[in-house]
């Protein structure tokens, strides 16, 4: 008759199950990638006027203007008759969004106010960013 021994016995019982654990990371991780919210980048940095009060607001449409009075959205540029359904699209995306033009210091003002006066009319509370 062969004998156990009790060391082999404690190593066999002391094995975990892993999946239970692995089932709830991966529920933890879906849930956080659904419920983020992502940034979307205008492509470029301007050079933004100085403004005496400072308001930081949370991230939300960002629009560029570049001193060549170009308009950036998401990476991209558009004309100022290209970006309204765009724009929508972002508003669609995340309907509480406050929008953000960065209008560089050389872009003319007529540009920035045209985007500004599109982006209240969609509904969008938008503010001018400065340095």
């Keep these: 008759m062969a004998r156990r021994s009790r060391v082999a016995v404690e190593a066999e019982d002391t ?42 607001l949370p991230p939300g449409i960002i629009v560029a203007i570049s001193r060549e009075n170009e308009i950036w ?13 765009v724009i929508l699209a972002l508003r669609d995306e995340n309907p509480k969004a406050g929008g953000i033009i960065q209008g560089d210091k050389e872009a003319q003002a007529g540009i920035v106010m045209q985007v500004q006066e599109l982006m209240t009319d969609l509904g969008i509370d938008t503010r001018v960013s400065t340095d």
Excluded at 73 to 85: F, L
């Design 15 to 56: 094995e975990l199950n892993m999946t239970p654990m692995l089932d709830v990371v991966f529920i933890l991780l879906i849930f956080f990638i659904v419920t983020s919210v992502f940034v979307k980048t205008p492509g470029f940095e301007p050079s933004k006027p100085e403004a005496i009060t400072d308001v930081d």
């Design 73 to 85: 959205i998401d990476k991209m540029p558009y004309d100022i008759n290209e970006i309204r359904p």
